[in-house]
């Protein structure tokens, strides 16, 4: 076996310990109730837009798939959001608290293998979860209304990225508090982020600098809202993009450079994990 | 000098929480094959001393090495087996998956995993219960599947901390014996426990600490072959009879019928029961009884219980 033996059997465990204890199931269950409203309300709006417009608002009906296809974007982003803290938050500091973490450490293996074995293991599910829904609302366009989203993978490829933003903040944080502090920390910068991104929309929208420099210091601090708008402003219409009105769309874009930014955060956040663990008392 | 023949060595290792020292100055050298104790009061700083040793926690100043190895390193801990005093698990694996699991962070061969998991789990008992879920395990259970736990990897030392937690009768007898088994295969044990009485029965030696540092390490033989106190009745005792007892004993007490004396060692009872017999007392009864470890621990440690 290799010297990376602990960073598989981790991720293995993780992955079980969440399939075993029906988060996996809950969630997926979920998703699919989800899918199934989701596509029910698709269906009947379609139907309607297809009374109304006839074959003369074909603009008007594609921003309509593009709306409904970003909401069900929207949502698939909040809940795979939501349920990235609550599955990770407990990961490391319950395991310290409870000392179930002391015979795992105790064995021969470098201690930042079991973070990244557990981000892997996370990551997994979370990835999992994301395709079934984001997929499911893709499936759901196609064969109600034979559309897509423009620009899906790359849409689809942020939405990842905040997963794994928000999993790496939530695991350094399990390693330096209780797991309530660190739920209340995770929560309390994706909320930040959140309210900040929706100054910057408003402050883009009426041209306010001072609001969207807020929006954007928000954003250095935890940018998973950032790199929602940046996945909604690749996957809008352009006459929604250039109107900047949609609720689930984006009027002030990231920039590459912000994107840039939240994959090196998320790489240092993770690395800063990996370091604390390996330093800390237990 | 760092010696590989020690399993155990530290020097001067210590360990502050602010201005608290959990541990201080703790000098110890565990030889391999010894079945040590470590003995203290509550909150003297064993649990502390056996997370230092695992590299669990980082000690604030000293060094400490297993087999020649810093401590800390992962590499060294593939020989140690250890079985933490509150031990916690993944309680949705079952028996067998857990030891499997924990197999696979030792990264033993493969092939070995299942006989060594079967094998395991008969000497702790618990063969019929591979496939249930620990968390419908009693705690004397959890505590058999911990040692197996700590034994998978047939570890040259295993660190043991409060091992017969929650076991009855039976499981305590279980890892007397298995302690012995160990000890007659080689394996070095670090026992803490709170039980004098297992510790006197199985180790060779014993520290004594308290508030963090080591106050005496002695063979235990060697403590056990010391004081002995005799309890004598008999008739015709006189106070010639007790003075002449003090070539053996500085404390003798003489009440009537009733002598009591405290002597070194075993080696002069039969001297001073022909002495009394010669010196033309009528003996009824003659009872040494050896100094407790329970004795030397309040002796050694006090009755403050380290607080």
């Known amino acids: 076996m290799g010297s990376y033996t602990a960073v598989g059997v981790m991720a293995r465990l993780t992955f079980r310990e969440a399939a075993r204890r029906w988060v996996v199931w809950v969630a997926l269950g979920l998703g699919l109730l989800f899918l199934v409203v989701y596509g029910i309300g698709f269906n009947e709006i379609e139907k309607d837009i297809s009374v109304n417009q006839g074959n003369s608002g074909t603009l008007i009906t594609a921003e309509m798939h593009n709306f409904l296809l970003l909401a069900g974007m929207y949502v698939v982003n909040f809940l795979t959001s939501i349920m990235t803290v609550l599955v990770s938050v407990d990961a490391l500091s319950g395991e310290i608290n409870s000392g179930t973490i002391h015979t795992v450490v105790s064995k021969p293996v470098p201690r930042w293998q079991i973070v990244l074995g557990k981000w892997l293991g996370f990551s997994g599910m979370l990835s999992l979860s994301l395709l079934l829904m984001a997929g499911g609302v893709t499936l759901v366009g196609i064969l109600v209304a034979q559309t897509i989203l423009p620009h899906l993978v790359q849409g689809m490829l942020l939405m990842w990225l905040i997963i794994l933003l928000l999993l790496s903040v939530s695991l350094l944080g399990g390693t330096l508090l209780s797991t309530l502090a660190n739920g209340v920390l995770v929560f309390g910068l994706f909320g930040i982020g959140f309210i900040g991104g929706w100054i910057e929309q408003i402050g883009a929208f009426l041209n306010n600098q001072a609001a969207v420099n807020v929006g954007v210091v928000t954003s250095l601090l935890l940018p998973s809202e950032a790199m929602w708008r940046r996945a909604a402003f690749e996957m809008q219409s352009p006459l929604v993009g250039a109107m900047g009105v949609s609720p689930f769309g984006a009027s002030s874009a990231p920039s590459l450079v912000m994107v840039g930014y939240a994959v090196f955060y998320m790489l240092g956040v993770l690395f800063l994990a990996m370091r604390q663990f390996s330093r800390k008392d237990l | ?307």
């Not at chain 2, 014993?206 to 005496?216: D, L, N, P, R, Y």
């Open chain 2, 1 to 307: 000098m760092v010696s590989e023949l020690y399993a155990i060595e530290t020097n001067r290792l210590s360990k502050y929480f602010g201005e608290k020292a959990a541990v201080r100055d703790l000098t110890l050298q565990v030889g391999q094959g010894e079945v040590f104790g470590f003995l203290g009061p509550n909150g003297a700083g064993k649990t502390t001393s056996v997370k230092i040793l695992l590299g669990l926690i980082q000690p604030s100043a000293g060094a400490g090495y297993l087999f020649g190895q810093p401590l800390g390193k992962p590499e060294v801990r593939r020989k140690v087996g250890f079985l933490p005093e509150h031990f916690r698990f993944h309680d949705w694996l079952t028996a067998g998956e857990f030891l499997k699991l924990h197999a696979d962070l030792y990264q033993m061969d493969a092939r070995q995993v299942k006989p060594r998991i079967t094998e395991l789990l008969a000497l702790v008992g618990l063969s019929e219960f591979s496939g249930k879920k620990l968390r419908t395990f009693s705690k004397g259970m959890l505590q058999r599947i911990g040692l197996a736990q700590a034994l998978l990897n047939r570890p040259e030392l295993v660190i043991l901390d409060e091992p017969t937690s929650g076991l009855d009768p039976v499981g305590r007898r279980l890892v007397r014996d298995i302690i012995r088994d160990l000890r007659q295969q080689g394996t070095t044990v670090f026992l803490n426990s709170h039980l004098l009485s297992e510790v006197e029965i199985t180790c060779d030696r014993v520290a004594f600490i308290k508030h963090g540092e080591v106050i005496t390490t002695r063979p235990l033989q060697a403590l056990l072959e010391g004081e002995v106190t005799v309890t004598v009745r008999a008739s015709g005792l006189t106070p010639q009879i007790a003075a002449g007892l003090q070539r053996w004993s500085q404390n003798v007490r003489l009440d009537g019928e009733h002598l009591g004396l405290t002597v070194s060692g075993e080696a002069v009872l039969p001297e001073i029961h022909r002495y009394l017999v010669t010196e033309g007392a009528a003996v009824y009864s003659f009872q040494p009884e050896k100094v407790s470890l329970e004795d030397l621990f309040i002796q050694i440690v006090g009755t403050d219980g380290g607080l």
